[in-house]
């Protein structure tokens, strides 16, 4: 059954166990997850990456039939899914287990999805697609944050609180929680506040070392690399700022592709990009086609979960995929 993220809290889904979540909203797939399944389904919560699971299928499976006396329900989240897990949630399902409920967590899925059409069409499923924030509904989750919170500060402030988020609703989040704990001390909260406090992405060496390598000014990332030290946190935002400027290179080259004229996809762009960063887009939009893009998002996400998984490789990790995209 396909349901609209929008539509979830109007629709009775009570007695559905498997869901379907996909798209490249990370951010509103966990609120979604947090706030209104988690607490209808289950709190002996499992996750799992897909991965992990085909390395060993037989003994995942054994696992969702074993019950303990301090286990009565289960809650089994998996990630990074793909039609490789097709058939083993077909399975599960058709067992019908007592007492599990499955959340399935993938990334983009075209419409030939076999996973995805088999969770839109079964009425005992549910399906739901996550599309990427555009700046009006970060805008609104910045609104409803600051006013529920009760924390003074102007519409302008919060303009520049969502654009520094890069359109990134978890950036968005950790920002506007940095603004809360900020406010307890402080009543009224200045344009200079923001700017110290909200900083996240606006870490001029990370942003430029992306832009360099997308760019594929190999002289200067490794003039960047050089001067920094970066840890295992930076490399999760490297990552996140390459997903983000990625996913802005795809949306440039459907414009152009529309409107036949680069200066004007550019200016025309919405969140608008900054006059001083246009020249280093146009460099990126002529060194990565459409398709390269798309197929350098894919590999992002795989180093992204590489690092998550050797936290203590990923500076070597990281670094490698970035020299490896600059030749």
């Known amino acids: 059954m396909l349901i609209k993220y929008f539509e979830l809290k109007k629709k009775k889904i009570n007695d559905k166990k498997f869901f379907l979540l996909y798209g490249n909203n990370e951010g509103l797939i966990n609120e979604t997850i947090n706030e209104i399944l988690k607490p209808t389904l289950s709190e002996n919560i499992f996750n799992y990456e897909e991965v992990d699971i085909l390395k060993n299928v037989e003994d995942f499976k054994e696992h969702l039939n074993n ?42 899925l075209d419409k030939k999805s076999k996973i995805r059409n088999f969770f839109e069409k079964e009425t005992n499923t549910v399906c ?18 600051i006013r529920d919170k009760n924390i003074s500060i102007s519409q302008q402030l919060i303009n520049i609180v969502v654009e520094r988020a890069m359109g990134d609703r978890i950036n968005l989040k950790n ?3 940095k603004i809360e704990s900020f406010s307890k001390n402080k009543k009224n909260i200045s344009l200079q506040d923001i700017l ?15 832009d360099s390598c997308l760019s594929k000014n190999k002289k200067r990332i490794i003039k960047i690399l050089n001067e920094n030290n970066f840890n295992s946190e930076d490399c999760i935002l490297i990552l996140r700022v390459f997903l983000s400027k990625l996913k802005r290179l ?77 030749i």
């Open 128 to 145: 739901i697609p996550f599309y990427e924030d555009n700046a009006q509904t970060l805008s609104f989750v910045a609104q409803k944050f």
């Open 250 to 326: 795809t949306r440039l080259h459907s414009e152009i592709n529309n409107q036949k004229n680069i200066e004007t996809a550019i200016s025309s762009y919405k969140p608008p990009i900054f006059w001083k960063e246009k020249e280093i887009v146009k460099q990126q939009v002529k060194q990565l086609n459409y398709k390269e893009a798309k197929n350098l998002i894919i590999k992002t996400n795989q180093i992204e979960l590489l690092v998550k998984k050797n936290p203590q490789s990923s500076i070597n990790i990281t670094t490698d995929f970035i020299i490896s995209h600059t």
């Open 67 to 108: 019950k303990s006396f301090f286990e009565n329900e289960k809650l089994i989240i998996i990630r990074r899914i793909s039609d490789k897990f097709f058939k083993i949630i077909e399975e599960i399902i058709s067992q019908d287990i007592e007492d599990l409920s499955i959340i399935l967590i993938g990334g983009i």
């Open 196 to 210: 110290k406090i909200t900083n996240l992405s606006e870490n001029y060496d990370i942003s430029d070392l992306v």
């Open 175 to 177: 920002e506007l929680q």
